[in-house]
Every structure is written in C-alpha cells, then in structure tokens.
C-alpha cells in the first residue's frame, strides 16, 4: 500500500497536503521535565522527541573526563511504541548508537564545553514519536534543551531534513517521503551560516545535491525563528513568574533589554 | 529566494487533521499507522477569474460553464464519480465528449486504488490540451475535507466526500458572483454530479445537489449517438465497493498428488502430454494426446490450470457432452486484461472477481459461436515436469505504481512476454522505472493457486527495445540457442598449428594420407550462396570412357578435425546446428574449423570425404563408392555466377562443361524424383538485404530466388544423403542416424480440403505425397499467379516436421521421407553446420573400413539422446532464423513507413478468418499478419467468409471476404505503449477500409 501513495502529486501537493517548501507543524514545549537542568520537547508534526539535558555537572566516571573541556554524554532511547509496528530497541542497537554519535558531533563545535573542564553535560534524547526526520527532531531538540539548561552554545544548531523527488526538492520529509526518496539532513548555525551537519544514508544526485542542501539551509534559518520565539516565549514568562522582571506589557525599554539580550542567540 | 514557511496545523483539529488506520502486512503483522494532513484555503477553484481563488494561468474551466447541454442551459461543470472512470472510461476520453469536468482529487485516488491502468489512462488524460480537466484536491481544502465517521465504509466515506465537493463548488459560485444590486441576479452555471451509482444519486439529490447519470446526460447531448455507443454495457454498473477480503482465494484448483497422477496414467484415466497455449486466445490451450485423433482441448484459465507453454502435464479428459470446439475469434491478453492490476495486496481478490467476469464474458460469448466441430475437452489436474526456462519480457508501464526513476521502494509489475504463447507475468523489482523500454530477462519461480498470474524475479536487462544487440540476444535467448564463445578446452581440441595448417605432403607414412584418395587433378568447385564462408560441398562431372559419366560430391572431412568424445565434440553435440540469423551467425564449430580448415576453398589442398558415382547419361547409378579424399577445389562459385557460366555458349572450358553435365543430370535426377511423388513445398522465404554491418536499416526485403543451379547443387546433395543413409543402415542396422518425414495424419489436412473445396472447388488428393504433389499442380487459379504457392505454403504448414532418429529406435517401415518420396534418408553434406552429418560421417568412415566405429556410435540409448537434443535445437534454430527475418522485415517496414508517411500498402492473403478478424498473409514480405475488427461483423465459419455490413463499409453493399481472396493491406508497425514492443499493425484498405472497424 505504501508504494500507492503519490509523494508529489500534479497539482503540487505532497501526500500530506503540504507544498514543496512548507515544513510540518512545529510545537516546541520547554516547560520543567523532571530533575532535568534544561529540556525540551519538540515536534516536526508526527515526530515527537524529549530532550533533558543535566549538567554540566562532575564526571561519573573518571575515565571520561577531559581536562581541559567539558565532555558532552549523548544517550538516546527509542521508545518502543513510537513506530506503528511495536519493536523494542536496546540501548546497543547499532542504529541508535550512530544517531547518538552524530548528535554529539554536531554540538562539539557549538557548546562552549572549554568553559567547564573537567565535567560532563548528559544530554538524554527520547523518541516518543517517529514519522520521518528524527534525525533533525532529535537536534532541534537538543539545542533547545541545551538553551534551557542554561548552556553557553555559540549558536543555535537547526536541523531540517531535505530530499528530492524526481528533480523537485522538497523539505521536512515524513516518513513516507522518507521511504521513498533520497535525503540528506542539514544542521546549520543560522546567525554565521555555518553547517554543523551533513549526513544522509541514501544516493543523492551530485547535481541535485546543492540545490537541496542551500534550501535545508534556508529552511533551518526559518526553523530558528520559530525556536527564538519559543525561547523568548518561555523566558519571558519565566520571568514574569519570578516577579523580578518587568511584567507582562510593561516598560518597554525594559522589553527591549530582555530582547537584546535573547538576541545573542 | 523561495518563500520557505512552517505550516500550522492547530491541535484543537486533530481530529481533521489526523488519520489513524491499521494495516496489515504481508507477514499478517497488524501496524497502526498515523499520518496527518495540513488543510488549507488556497486551494484553487480552477475556475476562471474566479475572485476568491487565486488565479493561475493554467485554470482550465471557462467561468460561464458549457452551455450547449440542453438540460443546463445556464452552463455547467461536470463533477463525476469514481464509477464514472471505472466504467466510462473509452467514453470520458472520446474527443467528442468535451464537457468542463472538474476532477476530485478523492475520485482520483479511488481510481488509482482499484486499477492503476485505469488510473493511468485517467492521468494521461488530464495531460490532454484539448480536455478541459481541472484536479481539485479537495482533501487538503479545508472546507471540502472529510473524515471517515465511525462504521462508514470507505466508499460511502468518498462518495459523501464527492458530493461535499459538489455542494462547496455550488456555494463558491454562488459567493464569488454575488448578484449586483440593480441587475438580475447573474445565472450561474451548475455543477453537476455525474454518477452511475443510483444510491449516490438519491442522496445527493436529498442534500439538494443537481445529479445525473452518464447515460442521461450523454443522451442529453447535441449529438448523442456516437458516444451512446462507446458506452459501457449496462451490466458494468455494479461495480462494488471494496471489501476488506480476510484470505486470498484460490483462483485455481490444486495440483493432484504425483503418486495419483501416474496410478490415473497407467490406468488409463489420464493422459500425459505437452501444454501448447494458443497463440490467438490466451484462454485456450491443448495437449495432443496419443489416445484421441485430435488434441484435448482446454478451455480457460481453470481448465488450464496454472500451465505454461512446453510444460508437461496431465490432463482428465471431460464427459463426451462437455466437449466443445475451439473458438474462432482472437482474444488478446492485452486488451481483456489490460485493466487489471499488479499489485498484490487485499484488493486482488476484488479485481479479480472483475477478471474473471470478464473473461467468463468472453468465453460465455464464445461459447454460444462456437461453430467448428467439437473436441475432446479437458482440465489439467498436474503438472509432470515444468519446462520454465528464462523469459524475454517487456515491463507493462501502466502496472508501475511510480514512474519515478529515483523511487526506491519496491513495486510489482507485469512484464508481458514477447512470445504470444506465455502468460504475462508478475514481477518484483525494485528498478522497474529504469527498466521501462528495455528487454529484460525473467525466471519464473512459482506459480500459487492463489495468484492469477506466476510470480517471477528479473534476472538481467538486455538492453534498449530495438536496438540490435538486445534484439539478437533475445532471439538467441527466447529460442535457446547456446551463443556464448568456445572456451578454452574446446579450442584446445583443434590443430596446433592453427590457420597455418595444410593437408602435409603426400607420402605413406603420413597419418592424413593414410586410405585417402588422391582427388587433386579433379576438377571440381563449390557452388554456394554469395558470401558464404562454410563451404561444405563441392561437385565434379566427368565423361568415363565407357559413356557413363563419374559424378563425385566431395563434403568437408569435418570428423577428420572433430574427434568423438572431446570437448569440442560435446560442445557441438549440445549445439546441434549452426544458426543463421540475418546479421549474425552462431556456429557449431570454431569458426577455424567451419570457415578455414574444413571450408573447401578454391585453390588450396582440403581434406574431403567423398560421394562418387557412376552414373549412365540418363542418370542411372551404376554403382557408388565412398572415400575419403583430399581435393583442390578449383573454382568457388555462386549460384548466379554458376548460373551464368552454363548458359554462357562461349565457355568450353572443363569447368564449365562439368556444370553442364551436372545441371543435364541433375533435371533428370529431379524428374525421377518428382515422379515418385516428391513434393514441391514452398516455404515463405524472403531475403533481407542490409545496408552495411554497421547501420540496422536493412535497405530492402525481397523473395529469395531460385536459379537451376540452385536446385543443381540439392539434387545431388538429395542424392549423396540418400547414398549414404543406404550404406550406413546396411552396415550398421541398430545405430544408423537417419532423417525421416513422416506422412501428415489425413486430419491435418481436413481444413485446408475444405477450404479449397468451397472456396475454389479445388479437390485435394492426401492419400500419398505423389497424388498431393499432382493435385497441388492442379491448384490454379488463372487470375492470380502467386495462388499455387499460396496453397503450397499452407499445405506445407499441415505436414508434420522432419525429425533424425536412430534407425534401431523405430520400425523399418516408418523410415521414409514423405516430402522427398524417398525410402530411407541422412543428413550427410553439411556436417561443418549440422552435428547429426558429423555422426553419419564418422558411420559412414567407419563403414567403409576407414577407422573403427566409436563404441557411443553403438549405443542405441546414445544415439537417442544425441539425436534428440539435435532435433531440437534443429527446430530452434528454424523458429530463431525466422524470428530474425521477422524482426528485419518489422525494421524494413518501419524504414518505408517513414520514408512513405505510413503509405505502406501490399497485396494480401486471406488465409483464415477469425470472428473478429482475418489472417492474412503478405507474400511479398514473408509475413503473416492479422486484421482486427473491433465491432461485429457477420462470420460464417462454414464457408470461411466474413462479411462487413454496408453500414459500416461505408459503401453501398455488403462486402464478403473469403479465405483466398486477394485483398490489399496497409501495414504499419505500431509501438505498445505500455511495453514498447513492436508489433506489425494491419488494416484492411481494399475491398473496405477498416480502419475505422
């Protein structure tokens, strides 16, 4: 039946009733998870992961911490009813490990981790829910977790998968569109441009590849805004619960001040 | 820059926006799936300058509607129904049904989910520039966008989506052309739900919407009646919803135990035979069987029971009142099917049952004109041996479920055999849209009561459709014809010295010159076929002393190079013969062998076994002897040049009063034969001429022609096998290999007696092959020249084949040769491109005390099976010759086709006639074709005659056409859109047109 399905139909619209270019529904929920220091819940439409991030805080183990920096822990769990088929995932499945890895290589270069040698900053990523761009699910999610905790990152990291149907790119694949076509998931920095991450695990056409890759780029810069405003969403009400800060709708230079401030992100 | 944007899909709408349906795998896993949707509002109307859309330049709908339909004359768009596609479609996609039709996106996908052909004529169709389409994706516009309610089936779930769409394409109108304050209110065009679906109607009716059926608004139309005719039979309406099928039915009865088979066998009870499918109707098929006269038929696809062409099965013969004739009529695989479905999911059985209603159409309808006499009939219970080799196929392009040559996911497709004989077949694969346009090679692994068709695994593409290579190594494939290069251990077998080697120099000691005669002050040639390089015979004449005249047939020493028992022997036992196609040749032997050594070329020492008899100047045989030779052939002729020289009065050189001498004899020889009945067969031999190696366009095809010295060379070639067979059946009774022709069973021959009685009044004689031979002298027809080889070629086709066989396997009296009125008969002269002469070789060698026999050579077990497999590829190698002929003619055609815009008109013919179509035959290209009438025209199987009513020929009369008659065609080689395989496409210009049939 999958196969049934037409990815991008004549009139322009895929499976799910998007266009080329329109990335799926973005929730993002910061709100207090449990002991976690920073953590984040986020959604690219059927794909939901939960970020929790503790630390930075003493290395468990001796063996892995670094002198001069601090180590960053990436564990990622899959939970089993996240797919429709049930299927338990161990913590050694070979897939599951090299996703953690690629997480934790996308965000060496971006956490301040020199600021706290000698420690370590867990970060636990929790699949709740998969229908395609787990990958930049897990990112996102991560980033804002990591900005909840309350961690110096030298940017954002927005991720967005991209893939290419006969010669027409398309953005923010589900699963289906997963399925079916090449891809290649980018993670860019959006404030420098810089990429942090290109990874795919399908043959994509050397000349599509560019194309493709400038529009993931794009879209990760429209994905960061949608995460600013989270953030400064949560940050302001945070502060107004405090009751240190100005309150809502309050002086607006104060405003400005929290916003230059949120700008440095 | 494109405008990148997150689109919001609010939770509080889940419930729309949300889908979650569970799934059943192929395994019987159960998946929950959940997919969601983004409803939105820019969703145009298609619409014209409608203010609430946004405008595209591509919107296909004019804005007032089509006004010429009288039941709305304010305009109207037509909304059809997902049955209207199902059932209509010949009707949606004449151009003269031109109505606005707006397309939901729902009825689409409907579409697509129960027939992806369909579904792939209704793309095409949205392509067309002169319809005018609109597709609304209704399920992504937020007003138009349906759930499935709880207990709703999916089809009551579309159709209320259907008629939702109807209802928001109303109000649209009515919203976007508000009416002007001062002005009547504007009349605004319907849109109208067109549905065969009665219940639809009632409902859609009680919401208010305006409905119609086809019928009716066909009928309402300006000019109604052509397209009142391509509508569907009012039967086809009930085509019901699909249904959740919990297991896959068996389609075929199951196999009986092999145990039980062979019990039935011995008793008697049923009988074991080869499948043959027939060739016109995929429904039909027989098995001959020993114990009837005439072969058991089987009459559709249960009856034939998963069988495929060359299989060995088992048949149960019915009840006496079962039987029924064959049919009379063509049924194409492709045209009854072409709407079914490849993939194999739930919905099979559902579509299946509309398979099978059809097919049961077909044959009910076939059963009630069945007129021939009736057969045995039957139904296959097992299988003995399946006989699958691997196929040459087309992949079908409709049955692809993407056409996206990036897709990975896998699909099942059909791919459509190139022989008409074999049933299309289910495939795998995961590059089926790359592989669209190519030929490509299947095995077949299964064939499952369960499935129509058999499942296959694709095993390699050969290349483009029509490109030479692909052509040539299907042909090679499909006939099975061993091509690949001789290995090393073959080519270790021959003389060391390679190309340098030469006959050595006379002397005792010397094992060449051992027993040989000394033949090189002969004068003897070779007379052959321009640019023939296997030369294998050569001929010499002279006057004796006595007044009789030495005649001496020296054949290639082929068994002097190719000893028995080593790889190169095995290799062309198992090849059996060379095969000649058009542009290519496939040898028996290392072309060392076959073209240099053995080749007897002028003017250098070869070595030679050698025929040589005294004959009496009126071509009596005083007596024969055999020898093994060396020659020095000095002259290499061919046919014309030899030809020329006999009749060229000047020349008295030796030579050429040796051909003289030959050619006297040789009439003489032929005389006698004919006068024992020898028959003079004429087979459909055309000549292809190419223009170069490189290029394919072959320049021109022509009639083979036939020169005396043509049959010069065959009389004594007859005469040298016949000698031969004598010698080697007297020596050696148990093991001799021989060639025989048995008489046709007088049954073969009861149609064409028939035909020629009603039609021509022509009696034939079948009773020997001397009283055939002299009635089919008497088979003229003054007015037309080419009808005597017309008869003969179809009487040709009634004999059975000439097969070799091992003179201890078969009684004395079944020895004889029936084309060539001779009682006994080999094949001697062409052992370097026959292995069965190679075998008489080494007999005849052995015979006349050259070397001993080899033990293999006197097994008779041995012999059977070396012989066996020879007669088979003997047989291949005929069918793959003419296939290659074929498919040059087919490129001829389509060269002339260019260059005459399509004008390719020949002479014509009839030779059967079909109830819905005729055979004709086209003498001057060599090839069978046939004409299809697509409406009914008046059959009378009895006197072999159509007859197209005045109506539709467009003339005043009716026109009767009968089996002989001459009629012209207009071919044309026309492409398989679906699987780019080329076939021949006939029409019928004189007497009537057809066309338009």
């Known amino acids: 039946m999958g196969s049934r399905v037409e990815i991008l139909n004549e009139g322009g619209f895929r499976s799910d009733g998007r266009r080329q270019y329109e990335l799926r529904d973005m929730t993002i929920d910061l709100s207090q998870q449990g002991s976690a220091d920073g953590s984040a819940v986020v959604t690219h439409g059927l794909t939901q992961v939960l970020v929790s991030v503790f630390g930075p805080r003493e290395a468990k183990m001796r063996s892995q911490t670094i002198h001069d920096r601090a180590n960053i822990n990436v564990e990622v769990n899959v939970a089993a009813f996240s797919t429709g088929e049930r299927r338990r995932r161990t913590r050694g499945d070979k897939r599951i490990l090299e996703l953690a890895a690629t997480i934790k290589s996308t965000f060496e270069p971006v956490v301040q981790t020199n600021l706290y040698p000698r420690s370590q900053i867990d970060v636990f990523v929790q699949v709740l829910q998969q229908d395609g761009g787990l990958l930049q699910a897990c990112i996102n999610g991560t980033t804002l977790a990591l900005v909840n905790a309350g961690i110096p990152l030298l940017d954002f990291v927005c991720a967005v998968t991209g893939g290419v149907h006969e010669t027409a790119p398309m953005l923010d694949l589900t699963l289906l569109e997963e399925n079916d076509t090449p891809n290649v998931t980018v993670a860019v920095m959006p404030k420098t441009g810089k990429v942090t991450l290109v990874t795919m695990e399908t043959r994509l056409h050397v000349d599509r590849f560019e194309k493709i890759f400038r529009l993931a780029g794009d879209a990760g810069k429209v994905i960061h805004g949608e995460m600013k405003s989270a953030v400064k969403t949560r940050t302001s009400a945070l502060v107004t619960a405090m009751g240190s800060g100005p309150r809502v709708g309050a002086g607006d230079a104060a405003d400005r001040d929290a916003d230059e401030r949120m700008n440095e992100y | ?997």
């Open chain 2, 1 to 997: 820059m494109v405008d990148i944007t997150i689109r919001k899909r609010p939770r509080t709408e889940a419930v729309v926006t949300q889908r979650k349906f569970f799934k059943k795998t192929a395994r019987g896993k159960v998946i929950k799936v959940l997919r969601e949707r983004y409803l939105r509002d820019d969703v145009g109307c298609g619409i014209q300058g409608c203010s609430a859309c946004p405008g595209s330049s591509d919107d296909a709908l004019p804005m007032a509607g089509d006004q010429r339909h009288q039941l709305f004359p304010h305009g109207h768009f037509v909304l059809p129904d997902t049955n209207v596609f199902l059932s209509q479609m010949d009707l949606v996609e004449s151009n003269l049904f031109m109505p606005p039709i707006i397309l939901l996106q729902t009825v689409i996908e409907e579409v697509r989910h129960r027939s992806l052909p369909l579904y792939n004529r209704l793309k095409a169709l949205i392509k067309m520039d002169d319809k005018r389409i609109w597709v609304f994706y209704n399920e992504y516009r937020s007003e138009t966008a349906i759930i499935r309610e709880e207990g709703e089936t999916p089809n009551d779930r579309n159709d209320r989506g259907i008629r939702k769409a109807t209802a928001w394409y109303n109000d649209h109108l009515r919203v976007t052309r508000p009416p002007i304050r001062g002005q009547p209110p504007p009349n605004l065009p319907t849109v109208v739900l067109m549905t065969e679906d009665a219940a639809n109607r009632q409902k859609a009716e009680k919401a208010g919407l305006s409905c119609i059926s086809v019928r009716k608004y066909v009928e309402g139309m300006k000019e109604p009646t052509q397209l009142l005719d391509l509508l569907a039979a009012e039967g086809s309406t009930d085509i019901e919803p699909t249904r959740a099928v919990a297991g896959r039915q068996a389609l075929y009865p199951d196999y009986i135990p092999t145990g039980t088979l062979l019990a039935g066998i011995k008793a008697g009870e049923l009988y074991q035979g080869h499948f043959n499918a027939n060739q016109y109707n995929y429904l039909e098929g027989s098995v001959p069987v020993p114990a009837f006269t005439k072969p058991v038929l089987l009459i559709g696809r249960e009856n034939m029971n998963r069988a495929v062409h060359g299989d060995v099965v088992v048949v149960e013969v019915l009840d006496e009142k079962e039987w029924k004739a064959p049919a009379d009529e063509v049924v194409d695989q492709e045209s009854t099917l072409k709407n079914d479905d490849a993939e194999d999911s739930g919905e099979e059985a559902e579509e299946g049952d509309q398979v099978i209603r059809k097919e049961k159409q077909v044959l009910l309808s076939e059963d009630v004109k069945r007129t021939s006499e009736k057969q045995p009939t039957g139904r296959i219970v097992g299988i003995i041996k399946r006989n699958w080799r691997a196929y040459v196929c087309h992949i079908d392009s409709t049955s692809l479920t993407t056409s996206n040559a990036t897709s990975l996911s896998q699909q099942t497709v059909f791919a459509t055999p190139v022989s008409r004989l074999l049933p299309r077949i289910r495939l795998r694969t995961r590059q089926a849209p790359t592989l669209i346009g190519q030929k490509i090679l299947v095995t077949i692994d299964r064939w499952e009561a369960t499935s129509r068709y058999p499942e296959a695994h694709f095993v390699r593409a050969l290349g483009k459709v029509e490109s030479k290579e692909a052509e040539q190594e299907s042909l090679l494939l499909e006939f099975e014809v061993p091509y690949r290069p001789f290995g090393k251990a073959i080519l270790d077998c021959l003389p060391v010295e390679g190309e340098q080697w030469v006959v050595p120099p006379k002397s005792a000691s010397s094992p060449e010159w051992k027993d040989r005669e000394d033949l090189r002050e002969m004068i003897i040639c070779s007379i052959d076929p321009p640019n023939c390089q296997d030369i294998d015979d050569a001929l010499h004449a002279r006057h004796l002393p006595n007044g009789n005249i030495e005649v001496g047939v020296h054949i290639a020493d082929v068994s002097h190079f190719v000893l028995p028992d080593n790889p190169m022997d095995s290799e062309a036992a198992s090849r059996g013969t060379t095969v000649y196609l058009v542009d290519k040749r496939i040898d028996m032997l290392p072309s060392l062998l076959g073209t240099n050594l053995c080749s007897l070329r002028p003017f250098v020492e070869r070595l030679a076994f050698s025929t040589i008899w005294e004959m009496t100047p009126d071509a009596e045989i005083v007596n024969v002897r055999f020898t093994k030779s060396v020659i020095a052939s000095k002259a290499a002729f061919t046919y014309e040049e030899a030809q020329i020289r006999k009749d060229d009065p000047n020349l008295k050189d030796d030579l050429t009063v040796g051909i003289r001498l030959l050619n006297t004899l040789a009439q003489k020889l032929k005389a006698g034969r004919m006068a024992a009945g020898a028959l003079n067969l004429a087979s459909p031999e055309v000549k292809i001429y190419l223009d170069s190696t490189e290029s394919t366009e072959p320049i021109d095809v022509e009639q083979k022609e036939l020169r005396e010295t043509n049959s010069l060379v065959e009389e004594f070639m007859l005469l040298a096998n016949i000698s031969v067979a004598r010698k080697i059946q007297e020596t050696f009774p148990q093991t001799a290999v021989l060639r025989r022709h048995m008489p046709p069973p007088r049954t073969n021959f009861e149609k064409l007696q028939d035909i020629l009685l009603k039609r021509k009044g022509l009696t034939l004689d079948v009773s020997s092959s001397g009283a055939l031979a002299a009635s089919l002298d008497k088979c003229l027809d003054p007015d037309e020249p080419a009808f005597n080889t017309l008869v003969r070629i179809m009487a040709t086709r009634c004999m059975l084949s000439a097969e070799y066989f091992c003179s201890g396997s078969v009684g004395r009296d079944t020895f004889g040769h029936y084309g060539l009125a001779s009682p006994i008969y080999t094949h001697f002269t062409s052992p370097i491109r026959r292995y069965a002469d190679v075998l008489a070789h080494r007999q005849l060698a052995a015979a006349i005390g050259y070397t001993p026999l080899h033990a293999t050579l006197h097994s008779k077990s041995h012999v059977e099976r070396v012989l066996d497999v020879v007669n088979r590829r003997h047989r291949m190698a005929q069918m793959a010759g003419r296939a290659s002929v074929e498919f040059y003619v087919g490129l001829a055609l389509k060269g002339r086709n260019e260059r005459e815009k399509g004008q390719v008109r020949e002479d014509a013919f009839v030779i059967r006639t079909f109830r819905n179509g005729l055979g004709v035959f086209v003498s001057k290209l060599g090839i069978e074709g046939l004409v299809m009438f697509k409406r009914d025209i008046q059959f009378d199987a009895d006197n072999y005659t159509i007859t197209v009513p005045a109506s539709m020929a467009s003339g005043a009369k009716d026109v009767t056409i009968a089996v002989f008659d001459k009629v012209t065609v207009n071919i044309e080689v026309e492409k398989d859109k679906n699987t780019q395989r080329g076939r021949v496409k006939m029409t019928l210009v004189q007497p009537v047109d057809s066309s338009s049939m």
